[in-house]
């Protein structure tokens, strides 16, 4: 690993704008090598040798869909930017809109919440956000009452507070599983959809909780509805992402597989870093439990036995399979198959709030609580966070709409952060005069050299803590592709470790870092990830895969203000023969 100190430094701003953009984004045709239907004598040469490395890495054939390797991107420019009346325009970088957003709110349509739809939306709104998804659990009241009831509340909020898209989802217990955030695009069937999914195929609905494989078959069908409901035009599109993965442990690396290769198009990522960020601020002055209330134990029988006792811990507010280099997550990425982060806030009751649920409630009857009620005593035992005060998903859309964002999530033009750490990023890996965006896919020749660009806006004023935070570090994780994993419970990719760290402390303004990553041989991917610095260790795999890495959250005093980090999604590079 290389260790630099002298990041370049650019004091004003400019963009990119020659060279080629693949952007990951949806596919007009398939390409050649990977359209099966074309046989090996009529390919030219060069499509010929890149069909045989897919089938080399085990990414042709059953499932090939759900490979990033045999994806076909757009080249060009990204389609202008459109604003509509009140709308933020986000960030500009690259082409493309970033909008900051959360998929994972609940409200007074959940058991556990408190707030109005328009509580939600309004404060999202002041934060930032330029999307968000209402995801109520699901329950027997939410499928019977609340997944209708909740829809006017969205409607209204979508007229009143036009700067913000709002989705309708639900917080989905997957059968033998844990939540899952399940969204549809906004239309006439939105409801229609969401409720008979609900009915369906929610664990709790359904009496399917348990860690069984007809219950696991039950989750794969749910997915298969939902990709049928888009297939028929029921709704025009429909999403889904694990949420709290590690938390409970309970979502084995098998099942993480198998929901990505049963419906690639919807089931496309998990949550990186948990909501609940204030829950390890420590007694009197909060909850007192783990960031995320990530503060459990394996269960004897639900929880997958090969997760180690850490991966019941968050690193620097992000879940064991992202925080750890070489883990979970990169032995999936390694696949060369797409399965993008998120980072929310899983709001149910607000961290210090003044407020309580409506008095003379009946939520078993009318699947709501009563609109909330001011209170004087501060709520210091709550451990969640407004959407956008502090985790963020920032999504680069071709433009501001409910489809731009879903496109933008589906191809993993994503990072998120915490705290404000950043105001800005783009990320580009460059070969022969191609360019890619997070997300993307580059194929070069090989022996083409290839170069990492970033370009970091770091924060200009301060987050909603009222400081401005500081920018410290910016690694570079490189991963070899190797192909479908033969054990579907693998959780390890040693080809995977941070290449280049830089140290980036007192740089304001405009960072730009290039790295040269050499001549392309085999197949890889990058990532990356910075943080503030205030709190480091050697990653779990040891120093020579993560030599400063997110340090283990501890239960009861985790103060979520003192380690900031962002994560990106990862580029793939690819030779063609």
């Known amino acids: 690993m290389q260790h630099s100190h002298g990041a370049q430094v650019h004091e004003h701003s400019h963009e990119h704008t020659d060279g080629h953009r693949h952007d990951g984004g949806e596919p007009a045709v398939l390409r050649p090598a990977a359209d099966l239907s074309i046989d090996d004598s009529e390919l030219r040469p060069d499509e010929l040798g890149r069909r045989k490395f897919f089938r080399a890495a085990g990414v042709l054939g059953a499932g090939a869909a759900a490979s990033v390797l045999v994806t076909t991107v757009n080249t060009g420019t990204a389609a202008a930017a459109?604003?509509?009346?009140?709308a933020p325009t986000g960030v500009p970088k690259g082409g493309y809109r970033w909008l900051a957003g959360d998929h994972h709110i609940h409200t007074q349509y959940s058991p556990d919440g408190q707030y109005r739809v328009i509580d939600h939306v309004r404060h999202a709104h002041a934060y930032g956000l330029g999307w968000m998804v209402i995801t109520d659990h699901g329950s027997a009241q939410h499928a019977k009452i609340g997944v209708e009831k909740v829809n006017p509340d969205i409607l209204?909020?979508?007229?009143?507070?036009?700067?913000?898209?709002?989705f309708q989802g639900l917080e989905w217990n997957i059968p033998a599983a844990e939540h899952g955030t399940v969204f549809v695009h906004p239309g006439r069937n939105e409801v229609s959809v969401l409720k008979a999914f609900e009915n369906g195929y929610d664990g709790v609905v359904k009496a399917a909780t348990a860690n069984t494989p007809t219950n696991e078959a039950l989750a794969v069908a749910g997915l298969h509805f939902l990709s049928d409901s888009v297939a028929s035009q029921r709704v025009s599109d429909a999403l889904m992402l694990a949420n709290h993965p590690a938390r409970k442990g309970i979502d084995s690396p098998h099942e993480i597989r198998g929901w990505r290769d049963a419906a690639p198009k919807i089931a496309i990522g998990m949550e990186g870093a948990p909501g609940h960020q204030a829950a390890g601020i420590a007694t009197p002055n909060g909850p007192g439990s783990g960031r995320?209330?990530?503060d459990n134990s394996p269960d004897p029988v639900a929880s997958f036995p090969g997760y180690p006792l850490e991966s019941y811990?968050?690193?620097?507010?992000?879940?064991?399979?992202?925080?750890?280099?070489?883990g979970l997550w990169d032995s999936l990425l390694a696949e060369g198959k797409a399965w993008w982060i998120s980072a929310n806030s899983d709001s149910?009751?607000?961290?210090?709030?003044t407020s309580q649920r409506g008095p003379g409630s009946d939520f078993v009857n009318n699947g709501h609580f009563n609109d909330p009620v001011h209170i004087t005593a501060p709520q210091l035992g709550n451990g969640d966070f407004w959407p956008g005060y502090y985790s963020r998903t920032h999504v680069g859309s071709a433009d501001?709409?409910?489809?731009?964002?879903?496109?933008g999530l589906r191809a993993g033009r994503v990072w998120v952060d915490h705290g404000g750490l950043i105001d800005a990023l783009d990320v580009r890996l460059r070969a022969g005069g191609d360019e890619v965006p997070l997300g993307g896919v580059l194929h070069a020749r090989r022996g083409t050299p290839v170069t990492l660009q970033i370009r970091i806006d770091t924060a200009r004023v301060p987050n909603w803590s009222q400081f401005l935070p500081t920018l410290a570090q910016v690694d570079v994780i490189r991963g070899a592709i190797t192909g479908a994993a033969k054990d579907r419970d693998?959780?390890?990719?040693?080809?995977t470790?941070?290449?280049?760290?830089?140290d980036v402390s007192g740089q304001t303004r405009t960072i730009v870092l290039t790295y040269a990553l050499g001549r392309l041989d085999d197949g890889f991917y990058v990532r990356l990830r910075g943080s503030d610095g205030n709190r480091l260790a050697v990653g779990l795999k040891g120093a020579a895969v993560d030599p400063a890495g997110p340090k283990m959250d501890v239960v009861g005093d985790a103060d979520p203000w003192q380690d900031l980090w962002f994560y990106t999604n990862p580029m793939w590079v690819l030779p063609t023969r």
Request: charged letters at 15%; zero cysteines.
């Open 82 to 86: 459109t604003t509509a009346a009140g």
């Open 490 to 495: 693998t959780m390890s990719a040693p080809g």
């Open 400 to 407: 501001y709409s409910y489809a731009g964002v879903m496109h």
């Open 292 to 294: 995320g209330y990530y």
């Open 348 to 353: 149910h009751q607000i961290y210090s709030d």
């Open 156 to 166: 209204a909020a979508r007229r009143d507070v036009p700067g913000t898209l709002v």
């Open 313 to 326: 811990r968050t690193f620097g507010g992000f879940d064991w399979m992202t925080a750890t280099v070489g």
């Open 497 to 502: 470790r941070v290449v280049r760290s830089y």
